[in-house]
């Protein structure tokens, strides 16, 4: 499973031009703690945080919250550029799911904004993201291969196959009849939601193999 699997794709952003209030505001309406930064062809330059906006007025009370209670704060002029964290951390889309999951939590960061080979913005992960990927059952990713991938997709007799699943590692035991069969079940059973690894035992009854 890879990262363009569980992204947002609807990515709420902000210029280096908006001012602190305005990305505080987007951050409140949206109910999210990040916002990526980027220039006008969508290349990201940077990310703002509510961390970023507690590191820079330490105290007692978020200054993300503070915001909105006194208008005199912040100053004019304070712009998202002055505040965000430059040189942001990115993933790729097609960086696996656990690899964006250890460099999250290796750096302590709670998003991941995800780009393309040109810096592009074109998604964002975050933790949430992560954790609802793996949080599916054993008995439910089972069941969709099985019946979705298996019999309406691929159109094999679901007992055809052995599928077992143990902490979202799936083991696909049995015989098709064409490599590109096998091939195939494996790439779509590693694009299911929960899956964190496929072990393939499976063999295939066409000629010349």
Do not use: C, Y
């Not at 208008?71 to 998202?80: A, F, H, I, M, Q």
């Amino acid at each position: 499973m890879h990262v363009q699997d569980v992204m947002t794709d609807d990515v709420i952003t902000v210029t280096p031009e908006h001012t602190l209030k305005e990305a505080a505001r987007l951050m409140v309406d949206n109910r999210i703690s990040g916002l990526p930064v980027v220039e006008d062809d969508s290349v990201v330059v940077g990310i703002i945080t509510e961390a970023d906006f507690l590191i820079r007025d330490p105290g007692p009370r978020p200054r993300l919250l503070k915001m909105f209670i006194d208008d005199t704060v912040p100053e004019p002029g304070e712009s998202v550029g002055d505040a965000m964290t430059r040189h942001p951390l990115v993933v790729m889309a097609d960086t696996t799911v656990a690899a964006a999951g250890r460099t999250m939590a290796n750096k302590n960061v709670k998003r991941l904004p995800v780009v393309d080979a040109d810096g592009h913005l074109v998604g964002i992960i975050s933790r949430s993201d992560i954790v609802r990927a793996f949080a599916r059952p054993d008995d439910v990713i089972e069941d969709e291969i099985r019946e979705d991938v298996l019999g309406r997709v691929l159109m094999f007799d679901p007992d055809l196959i052995e599928v077992t699943v143990s902490e979202g590692v799936v083991t696909l035991e049995g015989e098709l009849p064409e490599e590109a069969d096998a091939r195939l079940l494996e790439e779509l059973t590693r694009r299911l939601d929960g899956v964190v690894r496929v072990v393939s035992k499976l063999a295939w009854t066409s000629a010349g193999t």
